[in-house]
């Protein structure tokens, strides 16, 4: 079994900044792509950024100001996210493509999500 584990979301002023971070840890064998989504209220959740070893992308509403990087050593994704903006108030979600032990069998794990607010 595979866990992700969000953490560093909160309250911050527009035009602020905050890190999240996106921990995996269990039987993992490799990780393919990791990954930030989010769903505001009463929306559908869409892709903020997601990162494999071919590279970054990123939603169109969040380039220039967020940036997703991963520290592979520890299992770890990291979203940099700047000046924010209201409509960036959403539930942010980690998720993984991980290839699990000792099946070696991909499997998408969630995140059980994180509170970012934007407000004054």
């Known amino acids: 079994q595979v866990q992700l584990v969000e953490s560093g979301g909160g309250l911050v002023q527009p035009g602020g900044s905050l890190r999240l971070s996106c921990t995996a840890s269990?039987?993992?064998?490799?990780?393919?792509?990791m990954g930030w989504y989010r769903q505001a209220p009463g929306k559908q959740r869409e892709l903020v950024a997601i990162i494999t070893s071919g590279g970054t992308n990123y939603a169109d509403s969040v380039k220039g100001r967020f940036t997703i990087s991963s520290d592979n050593d520890k299992n770890t994704a990291y979203l940099q996210m700047s000046s924010l903006k209201p409509e960036d108030t959403a539930v942010y979600y980690c998720n993984g493509n991980i290839q699990q032990r000792p099946t070696l069998v991909s499997y998408t794990y969630w995140g059980q999500g994180t509170q970012v607010t934007v407000s004054s």
């Open positions: 269990g039987n993992i064998f490799s990780i393919t792509s």
